[in-house]
């Protein structure tokens, strides 16, 4: 167990040792979780973001249109991105 000072405006100097074991540099958000014990001060996680792609795109245009006029709406914008709605595997709404 390590101890720390707390600074101005509520600042906590996280000891060297454990910032390198968990990952911590200058300008790493951490989470302050509070607890019935203390406050856990944790790394947060930072996932990546889901790129998608044009086929990906048109997809979800198509497979979440609703009716035959948003289908269709859909199916015009797949165009736009330079793919042919027919080739893009998708489920059409009801009565498309």
Do not use: Q
Not at 26 to 33: L, N
Not at 38 to 48: F, H, K, M, W, Y
Not at 62 to 85: E, F, H, I, Q, T
């Amino acid at each position: 167990m390590e101890t720390s000072k707390v600074g101005k405006r509520g600042a906590v100097v996280v000891p060297a040792r454990l910032r390198r074991k968990f990952g911590i540099e200058e300008g790493s958000i951490v989470i302050a979780e509070e607890r019935e014990e203390g406050i856990l001060i944790r790394p947060a996680v930072a996932l990546p973001l889901e790129v998608y792609t044009p086929e990906r795109r048109a997809e979800f245009l198509l497979s979440n249109a609703v009716d035959a006029r948003d289908y269709a709406r859909a199916a015009r914008a797949v165009r736009k991105m330079g793919l042919k709605p027919e080739r893009i595997p998708h489920v059409k709404p009801a009565g498309v």
